[in-house]
């Protein structure tokens, strides 16, 4: 447990966007990540979540479902990379078959719901960067 105080610590100063249409989804995984970020922004669909993302542009992570109606994640994702082409993006999916997702637009596909072993491992990767 020590060692995820440590990883926390490293992160815990980024700021996070997750974006999910399913209200059960956003709220419990929403919890989930506010216990290792400090700052989490919660959206319901990609083009509240990009419009967020122009306004306050300064995000270093992003965890997005990717099948949401009027702004898919991979869209959403695309848009966001021409502001930004830096930003760690994390998909989320509920498919047992993880899509094939371009590498430019995602540094991690994960099943949902989001694990605390997949926590620890993006913490770890988080970690690493240099910010």
């Given at each position: 447990?020590?060692?995820?105080?440590?990883?926390r610590e490293?992160?815990?100063?980024?700021?996070?966007?997750?974006?999910?249409?399913?209200?059960?989804?956003?709220?419990?995984?929403?919890?989930?990540?506010?216990?290792?970020?400090?700052?989490?922004?919660?959206?319901?669909?990609?083009?509240?979540?990009?419009?967020?993302?122009?306004?306050?542009?300064?995000?270093?992570?992003?965890?997005?479902?990717?099948?949401?109606?009027?702004?898919?994640?991979?869209?959403?994702?695309q848009e966001?990379?021409?502001?930004?082409?830096?930003?760690f993006v994390?998909?989320?999916?509920?498919?047992?078959?993880?899509?094939?997702?371009?590498?430019?637009?995602?540094?991690?596909?994960?099943?949902?719901?989001?694990?605390?072993?997949?926590?620890?491992?993006?913490?770890?990767?988080?970690?690493?960067?240099?910010?």
């Amino acid at each position: 447990m020590d060692d995820i105080k440590v990883l926390r610590e490293k992160v815990k100063d980024l700021k996070v966007l997750f974006v999910d249409d399913e209200e059960a989804i956003r709220e419990g995984t929403g919890i989930f990540l506010n216990k290792f970020f400090d700052d989490v922004t919660i959206c319901s669909n990609g083009e509240k979540a990009l419009k967020i993302f122009k306004e306050e542009g300064d995000f270093s992570l992003i965890v997005s479902d990717i099948l949401m109606p009027k702004m898919d994640g991979i869209e959403m994702v695309q848009e966001m990379k021409k502001i930004d082409s830096d930003i760690f993006v994390i998909f989320l999916t509920a498919s047992r078959r993880v899509e094939n997702i371009d590498n430019k637009l995602s540094n991690l596909t994960l099943q949902k719901p989001l694990s605390f072993e997949n926590i620890k491992f993006v913490m770890q990767k988080l970690g690493d960067m240099k910010w």
